[in-house]
């Protein structure tokens, strides 16, 4: 944990000359020797994270903790005042800084000295123990673990005689985390002990807002559907140092103007949340790097968001009453942008984009004839982009999804999401050799489109939803050695009858079969006993006569599945007993949030 806590000090003091140039002009020097120093402390504790239960280690290890603490207080405090003051008084905080550094300076190298004076292990012991952690565990786990281990974060307790082994966390790992709180789960009668970095709640924090005004803690999650009603709650006092503010889910309807003195803020989280607007001191958060703002009520962002120069994601998608989000004029001003989801193409907005060809995720929604020519040709010039998704509006009511014939996605695309109706299959699906992840969704295309997508090298999840309008699917699906690289595949459709046969050798790499929403489907292909990858099949719903064709006793289907690991089914007489219960959680599944 010290590891850890030392690199991401190191960082974030590396870091601070560059990006808050003006604010720490004149204390480069102090910076760059508190820097040398926790960089020589960083080999010492890569060594001690190993050692469990050493006494002399673990007052340290208290007193680095303390001091990484103050130090980091005290640069987010001196950020703060330097933000608010006029010149004559930032040359009074600027004296006042350098004194608290020359204090940290002190201390820390008193802690190096009591770090020199600690007696480490042997080095036959350090052998010993590498040996450990080279012994053999599962494969899939076993490189995990490794890291894990390598980096003190777990301690092998003893090996297992069939070559497995137990693993513990280190003592001092063990304290730092009971003792310390860095990481805490709290309900409203909770009490929060000093220091407390990392808050998660899973109660109204309304109602233990008096217990945060000590802490300053520095990230503060929701958990579950509790939380807010309004912002009255964010006091600065307890919030100023806030770097991770994450309200998914909490109901929260607004946001104070407060939000904007929180200058350290780099990740702020708003997903499924009742709000529809920012306020406009959010232009404030000058170090900002994400904003998830997905399935709230905002329909358009103000010109303040432009002010955000280092945000980096910007992560917006539909609700009920809000399809794609626009944005202010002025794309181009987000030089650091790589992700841009949710996005409403309207206006000059298809235009702008061809400004930010630094992108690798791109999701456009409400894609149509008239802004068409725009949107593709930016998209064209984004060489960068992984990811794009495009959607029509309405595209689960049939809405048709504008491609044109002249568009073809950048060459190094790995993920695309196509949602709403295609008149055909566009002509470069089968030039996209690097795509690992597709999904066509209310595509009802009249022509296989497998036929084209088996081919592609590297594809390894494919997601038709009711892309395909075909009441019977057979051998041309997939030929043998088709979708070579597939593990995940799964189908919807509400016209599919049968999938009658399955060429040997076809789906060489599957091992997860989804099919959702086939609710006419009475047969499972012929040959899928042979796809002997499969680890998990997914029916759901299942027609009741075709249950118990696939039953383990005297089922005539059960031997195509049962080499499956993991068989899950929901029966049509279970799924209409829901539908039919008023109070029943089924909901309409299908429409994906962009993640």
Request: include cysteine; proline fraction near 4%; charged fraction near 25%.
């Amino acid at each position: 944990m010290e590891e850890a806590m030392v690199k991401f000090l190191i960082q974030k003091l590396e870091s601070l000359p560059f990006q808050v140039t003006e604010t720490f002009l004149g204390h480069e020097d102090q910076i760059a020797r508190l820097t040398g120093t926790f960089k020589e402390i960083t080999s010492f504790t890569e060594v001690v994270s190993r050692i469990d239960g050493d006494a002399a280690i673990l007052s340290w290890a208290t007193e680095l903790r303390d001091l990484i603490f103050d130090l980091e207080n005290n640069i987010d405090e001196f950020m703060i005042q330097m933000d608010q003051q006029s010149v004559s008084d930032k040359r009074v905080l600027n004296d006042g800084f350098r004194a608290q550094l020359q204090n940290i300076e002190g201390r820390l190298l008193q802690n190096v000295q009591r770090m020199h004076d600690i007696k480490l292990p042997t080095a036959n012991e350090g052998d010993k123990e590498e040996n450990i952690i080279n012994s053999e565990v599962m494969a899939e786990a076993r490189e995990y673990i490794k890291q894990l281990v390598n980096k003190g974060m777990l301690q092998v307790k003893e090996e297992e005689g069939d070559g497995g082994m137990k693993l513990k966390v280190p003592f001092m790992h063990r304290e730092f985390l009971v003792s310390e709180n860095i990481f805490t789960i709290i309900n409203a009668d909770s009490s929060l002990p000093k220091p407390t970095r990392r808050i998660s709640i899973y109660t109204d924090i309304e109602k233990l807002a008096f217990n945060l005004k000590d802490l300053q803690p520095r990230s503060l999650f929701f958990f579950e559907n509790q939380g807010p009603s309004d912002g009255n709650w964010l006091d600065f006092q307890w919030a100023k140092f806030l770097r991770v503010l994450d309200l998914e889910e909490s109901g929260i309807k607004s946001l104070p103007d407060e939000i904007g003195d929180l200058i350290h803020m780099t990740y702020l989280g708003l997903k499924g949340t009742d709000i529809n607007e920012l306020p406009p001191t959010v232009g404030n958060l000058q170090y900002i790097q994400t904003l998830d703002i997905r399935r709230c009520r905002i329909a358009e962002l103000s010109a303040e968001v432009l002010k955000l120069g280092r945000l980096r994601h910007l992560k917006m998608f539909k609700t009920d009453v809000v399809g794609g989000i626009k944005p202010p004029p002025g794309l181009g001003e987000w030089k650091n942008l790589l992700t841009l989801t949710g996005i409403h193409p309207g206006d000059t907005v298809a235009t702008e984009l061809s400004e930010l060809i630094q992108l690798r995720r791109l999701g456009v929604m409400n894609v149509a004839e008239e802004n068409a020519n725009e949107l593709f040709a930016s998209i064209m010039k984004m060489q960068s982009l992984l990811s794009l998704s495009l959607e029509a509006k309405h595209s689960f009511d049939g809405q048709r999804l504008v491609l044109l014939e002249s568009f073809s996605p950048p060459s190094f695309l790995r993920k695309l999401r196509l949602e709403g109706q295609l008149e055909k299959i566009p002509s470069w699906f089968g030039l996209m050799d690097k795509l690992t992840n597709l999904r066509l969704g209310f595509s009802h295309l009249s022509e296989n489109p497998a036929s084209v997508l088996q081919l592609l090298p590297n594809l390894r999840k494919l997601t038709l939803w009711q892309a395909y309008d075909a009441k019977q699917l057979g051998k041309e699906f997939c030929r043998a050695g088709g979708f070579p690289k597939l593990e995940f595949l799964m189908i919807a459709s509400d016209v599919l009858e049968e999938w009658t046969e399955l060429e040997e050798g076809a789906l060489p790499s599957l091992q997860y079969l989804h099919l959702h929403s086939c609710v006419k489907l009475r047969m499972l292909p012929e040959g899928l006993q042979n796809v002997t990858t499969l680890k998990t099949l997914n029916l759901l719903p299942l027609l009741d006569d075709h249950l118990e064709r696939l039953k383990l006793d005297g089922g005539e289907e059960n031997y195509k599945i049962k080499h499956i690991q993991s068989i899950s089914v929901l029966p049509m007489s279970v799924l209409n007993s829901l539908w039919s219960d008023p109070e029943s959680p089924c909901t309409q599944q299908g429409m994906v949030d962009e993640d």
